[in-house]
C-alpha cells in the first residue's frame, strides 16, 4: 500500500475536514477525496496501516506465554472494555485505554472505545443488514422519538453503493422486513443449523432463519482477498477479507491524492464564524504534545462515533451556540440509544454425530424480525420489534471441564468433538428517550484538561418487554426444533454492551426538535455533517453499521454537490 | 532427597543470584522430596508438587502425551503469577491448603502422596459437589452462575493447558492455520479427531 501522507503541517486549510476513521470516517473520506477534495482525517490514536500493523494476526495459542489470555498487569489499563468479554492479549492494542475515555456511569453504561486509525472497523461483529421501510416509519406511526426526515428509498441506491464496493456476504430472501443487498455468495450453514431451519420454519409460519449477512469477502473484490476462515479478524485480517477502513476504504482515499490524515489528533472542539454562520475548522490538541494546533476547511464531517463526536459538538460553544455546536432544539446528547444484548436460548442437539465441518467461518445465522410487522403478528406488549443471532458448533475440548470425569479415557474423549451445541440471542430495538443523555462533565477533566461525560442511560419498560418475549420466544424455537437441555437467559445487561450506540445528534425534519436535517447537515450550521451513529433518529433492530455506510456515503455526496454549487 | 533430583535442583538454584528463604530452608533441611525439575514463579515446591500429581491424575499419559509431558504444571504456575490478580492469588493459596487439608483428613496424606487409587476416590467426591461452568456465548457465561468451586476451576484449567498446547495443537488434534473455506457439513470420519483452533 502506498504510504499514507501524514504532513499535516504543509497545509492547514482543507477543502474538507473528517473527523475520526473509523466505518464512517473512512467512507466520508473516500467520497469526499474521489470527489476531488483535499481531505484532512484527523485520527486521536496512531496510525494502523493495513497488515503492517496487524502483529498478532498469525499468533497460534501456544505463540503467547498465557495462550491468548492477557495478564493481570497487560488488563490494568482496559478494566472498562474488557467488560465485554472480548479483550486478550491478540487484541488488546486495538482497544481504548480506560484514562483516554475517561467517563461516569450515571447508571450503568458500557463504552467500548477504539482509539486508532480504523477505530472499531477492526473490531467490529461485520453483521451487515439493510433497515426497512418500516425502520424509517416507525417513529412517525407509534409517536416515540421524532420522524426520520429520509426514507428507505432515500437511502436504497446508497446501500447499493457501498454494498459494492465493502463486499457483503449473504442469501437473498425477498423480505420486506429485511431488503436484500447486493451480495457475495452466501456463506454455509452447518448439518445442524440446516436441520433447525428446516424444523423453525415448519413450526413457526412467517419466521425464516438465514446465513448471517456480513461484510467478508467470500469472493476476491478489488485487490482483496477471500476469507480463508480462519475467524482471527478482530486482530486484523492479513487478505483484507473483511470490511475495514484500513483495508478498504482509506486505501482508496489515499489513491486519490487527495488524503491527508493526522494521528494523535484529537478534535476538540469545531470553531464557528459567526459571520458567516458556518464552521470554518476544527481545533485539535495533538495527543502526544497537547500542542493546540487549529486546521481549516469548508467542510467537516463529524465520525469521531456516536459518544465523541457529540462530545465534540457539546464541547463546541459559542456566544451564538452556548450549549454546543448546533444546539438550538436542546436534543444535543439526548435520546441515547443501544441494541439489547445476551437475552436467548442455548441447547444441545441429538443427532448427526457422524458430522463435522472444516474451517472457522466468522459467521453464525440471523432470524429476521417476525413481530409487529402487520396487524396479525402485533403485540400487545411492545412497540418495535427483534431479530437473533446464533448459531450451532459442535462442543470442543473446553467442555471437558463440567464432565464429571476425568483421566485416560475422559483425555481421549477429549480428542472427539462433544454434542451439537445450538443457541439463539436476541437484539431488540431500543427507543429513544429523551432522558437517555450524555452530558459534558467540566469539573471532571481528561488528561488533555477536556470536559469529561456523564452518560445518564438505560433500558425502560419497553426494551424489557422485548426482552421478556425474546426469551420466551428463544425457548419455544428451541423446544420445537427439537434441542434439548435448553437453557433460556437474560444477562440483563445495560446499555452499551451491544456496542451499537445510536442517537445523541438526530436527523429530523424540524430544527427545534432535532440537531441534523435530511442531508447530515446541522441545521444551523449548514457545512457540518454528522454521518456516525449519532445522527440515528431510532435504532432499529437490526446492526447500524451499513446504514451508517449508506448515510455518509449519500451526506458526502451531497456536499459535493453543494459545494459545486456553491451552497456551502 | 533423591540424589538425581538433588543435583538438577543444586544446578538450577546455582545460577540464582537470590534464593528466597523456603528454598533455603528447604536445601538446608533436606525436606522430604520433591519431584520438580524446575522452578516454579508463583507456587511453593510443595504446592508445585500437589499440581504435578493433580494435573497427572486429571489427563495421564496414554498412547497421547499426558499433561505433565507438556508441562500443564507450568503453565499454570504462570497463569496463577501473571493471570491471577492479588486477591485471587491469595484465594488459591487457600484453597490449595483447604484442599490438601480435606484430603489429609480422609487419608491422612496430602494429596502428591496418594496412590492413584485414593487421589480418584477423592477426585470424584469432588466431581459430585462442585458446580458447573454455566453455557457461554460470545465468550461470556449466560444465565445464573453458581460460584465454581476450586477443583472445577483448577480441571479447567489443566484442560485449558493441555489443549492449547504445542504439541497437542499441532501435533495430536487436527491443526489447518489457514482454512481457506468453509464446509458445512463434513464426515467426522473423514477429519478424525477435533480441530485444534
Known sequence: MANFNIDAKRDMTYDAIVIGSGISGGWAAKELCEGGLKTLVLERGRLVEHVKDYPTMNNDPWDLELRGAASAAEMEDYQVVSRSGFVGANNRHFYGKDDENPYTEVKPFLWIRANQMGGRSLLWGKQTYRWCEQDFTANSEDGHGVDWPIRYADLEPWYTHVEKFAGISGQALGLPQLPDSHFLPPMEMNCVEKEVKKRIEAEFPGRVMTIGRVAHLTEPLNGRGKCQFRNRCDRGCPYGAYFSSNAVTLPAANATGNLTIRPFSIANEIIYDAASGKATGVRVIDAETKEVIEYYARIIFCNASTINTTQILLNSTSDRFPNGLGNDSGELGHNLMDHTYRVGATGKFDGFADQYYSGRRPNGIYIPRYVNLDEQSRSDEFVRGFGFQGGAGRASWGAGANQEAFGADFKDGLMQPGPWEFFITGFAECLPYHENQVSLDRDQLDKWGRPTLKIDCEFKANEKAINRRIRQDAQEMLERAGLEEIISFDNEHEPGYGIHEMGTARMGRDPETSVLNGTNQVHAVPNVFVTDGACMTSSSCVNPSLTYMAITARAANHALEELQKNNL | ?197
Open chain 2, 1 to 197: 532427597m533423591e540424589r538425581r533430583t538433588a543435583l538438577k535442583r543444586t544446578a538450577l538454584l546455582a545460577g540464582a543470584s537470590t534464593l528466597g528463604p523456603s528454598l533455603l530452608s528447604l536445601l538446608q533441611s533436606c525436606q522430604p522430596a520433591s519431584r520438580l525439575d524446575w522452578t516454579p514463579e508463583f507456587l511453593s515446591l510443595e504446592q508445585a508438587d500437589f499440581f504435578a500429581a493433580f494435573v497427572d491424575t486429571i489427563l495421564p499419559k496414554t498412547e497421547t502425551p499426558g499433561a505433565l509431558d507438556v508441562k500443564v504444571d507450568l503453565f499454570m504456575d504462570l497463569v496463577f503469577a501473571r493471570l491471577y490478580n492479588a486477591a485471587g492469588q491469595e484465594q488459591l493459596l487457600a484453597d490449595i491448603k483447604a484442599f490438601d487439608e480435606r484430603c489429609t483428613d480422609q487419608f491422612g496424606q496430602t494429596f502428591a502422596n496418594l496412590d492413584g487409587g485414593q487421589r480418584t476416590e477423592f477426585l470424584q467426591a469432588e466431581e459430585t459437589t462442585n458446580a458447573k461452568y454455566a453455557p457461554q456465548v460470545w465468550g461470556t457465561a449466560v444465565g445464573e452462575q453458581e460460584p465454581i468451586g476450586f477443583y472445577r476451576s483448577m480441571k479447567s484449567l489443566v484442560i485449558w493447558g493441555y489443549f492449547s498446547s504445542q504439541e497437542i495443537g499441532q501435533n495430536v488434534l487436527n491443526y489447518d492455520p489457514v482454512p481457506g473455506d468453509y464446509r458445512g457439513c463434513v464426515p467426522l470420519a473423514e477429519i478424525g479427531r477435533s480441530w485444534s483452533l
